[in-house]
């Protein structure tokens, strides 16, 4: 592995504040500078919380645990 660590996560999760289930768990992932990331998958499956986490905005400013 090369350059710096941008982004990891270790066994992170988070379930909306009126969801009755976790919109993701158990999620383990490590960036560094020059890798690239592709986040695909179907409509609710948890795409945008990912980045909202990544970005630090969950669960600051989207309510949640």
């Known amino acids: 592995m090369t ?4 982004v990891a996560l270790e ?5 909306h504040a ?3 289930a976790a ?4 999620v383990n992932l490590e960036l ?3 890798d690239r990331l592709l986040v695909a998958g179907a409509s609710g ?3 945008s919380t990912l980045v909202s986490i990544m970005a630090g905005l969950a669960p600051r400013f989207f ?3």
């Open 3 to 6: 350059g710096d660590v941008l």
């Open 11 to 15: 066994n992170v999760g988070f379930r």
């Open 18 to 20: 009126l969801a009755r």
């Open 23 to 26: 919109t993701l768990s158990s």
């Open 32 to 34: 560094r500078a020059g």
């Open 45 to 47: 499956s948890g795409k």
């Open 63 to 65: 309510p949640g645990k």
